[in-house]
């Protein structure tokens, strides 16, 4: 991390660290909900029905 990130930033990042180490837990729900929260500090919207996986 750098000291130039805000800290909103450095939180949304820590959180992406955190979610990786909880799907290795096999903690599946928390990391469910930890990615709700970076979601809504990105203010990402929910996906509707209608909408598509982008192409990795």
Known sequence: MTN?????DRAIILMRR???L????GENLA???LQAAID????VSP????DE???V
């Open 4 to 8: 130039s990130a805000s800290p909103r």
């Open 18 to 20: 955190a979610i990786a």
């Open 22 to 25: 909880l799907d290795d837990a």
């Open 31 to 33: 990391a469910a909900r």
């Open 40 to 43: 809504t500090a990105e203010s």
């Open 47 to 50: 996906m509707k029905p209608s």
């Open 53 to 55: 996986l982008p192409e």
